[in-house]
């Protein structure tokens, strides 16, 4: 067996590693080159289509019949705002009637007769919440008398008199809470 030496055989290795490194850097620059030309071609052709549709729609829009439906639609969503508006409005009110439903006349025939004969009212205020009274007189008992008659209304929930002036007419206010209706 005769066997040869090839002195020469490193150099012959080295550059077929080089030229694998050339192939496999030509195989990654060709992959990306073609992803890029790739995508490159995909949006081009989503953009023209895309123009395309859109010239198509604006002939569209511009026909009479279709200018003609959308002022109608346009009238349409300017008188629903409004009604939506009206609404609104009707319900606050709707809400603030309910709200004065605890103000009737049988509450304030009862408040009436609880006003002894010396007492004279001379300003009454009416809230949902609440009733306020001024008054003028003639005996500190009658104040009192007053007070106690209204704290004994089923519609009343709270009493308070406020300042009491005075020494031979006496002027006071009185304030009543009313109960919550259910």
Same mark, same amino acid.
């Given at each position: 067996? *005769?066997?040869?030496? *090839?002195?020469?055989? $490193?150099?012959?290795?080295?550059?077929?590693?080089?030229?694998?490194?050339?192939?496999?850097? @030509?195989?990654?620059?060709?992959?990306?080159?073609?992803?890029?030309?790739?995508?490159?071609?995909?949006?081009?052709?989503?953009?023209?289509?895309?123009?395309?549709?859109?010239?198509?729609?604006?002939?569209?829009?511009?026909?009479?019949?279709?200018?003609? &439906? /959308?002022? +109608?639609?346009?009238?349409? /969503?300017?008188?629903?705002?409004?009604?939506?508006? @009206? *609404?609104?409005?009707?319900?606050?009110?709707?809400?603030?009637?309910?709200?004065?439903? !605890?103000?009737?006349?049988?509450?304030?025939?009862? !408040?009436?007769?609880?006003?002894?004969?010396? /007492?004279?009212?001379?300003?009454?205020?009416?809230?949902?919440?609440?009733?306020?009274? $001024?008054?003028?007189?003639?005996?500190?008992?009658?104040?009192?008398?007053?007070?106690? *008659?209204?704290?004994?209304?089923?519609?009343? $929930?709270? /009493?308070? !008199?406020?300042?009491?002036?005075?020494?031979?007419?006496?002027?006071?206010?009185?304030?009543? +809470?009313? &109960?919550? +209706?259910?």
């Amino acid at each position: 067996m *005769n066997r040869d030496m *090839n002195f020469f055989s $490193q150099f012959e290795g080295k550059k077929k590693e080089i030229k694998n490194k050339n192939i496999y850097m @030509y195989s990654l620059i060709t992959i990306i080159s073609a992803f890029i030309i790739g995508t490159l071609a995909w949006n081009s052709i989503g953009i023209f289509l895309a123009k395309k549709d859109i010239k198509k729609y604006e002939a569209e829009l511009a026909k009479e019949e279709v200018k003609e &439906k /959308v002022l +109608v639609w346009e009238d349409l /969503v300017k008188k629903e705002d409004l009604l939506k508006s @009206y *609404n609104n409005e009707l319900n606050i009110i709707i809400g603030n009637l309910e709200s004065r439903a !605890v103000i009737t006349t049988k509450l304030l025939d009862k !408040v009436s007769s609880t006003i002894p004969t010396e /007492v004279t009212i001379s300003a009454i205020s009416i809230t949902n919440k609440e009733i306020s009274i $001024q008054a003028i007189s003639t005996s500190r008992k009658a104040i009192g008398e007053i007070e106690n *008659n209204l704290k004994n209304l089923d519609n009343i $929930q709270k /009493v308070y !008199v406020g300042g009491i002036a005075g020494t031979e007419e006496y002027t006071f206010d009185i304030k009543c +809470v009313l &109960k919550d +209706v259910e």
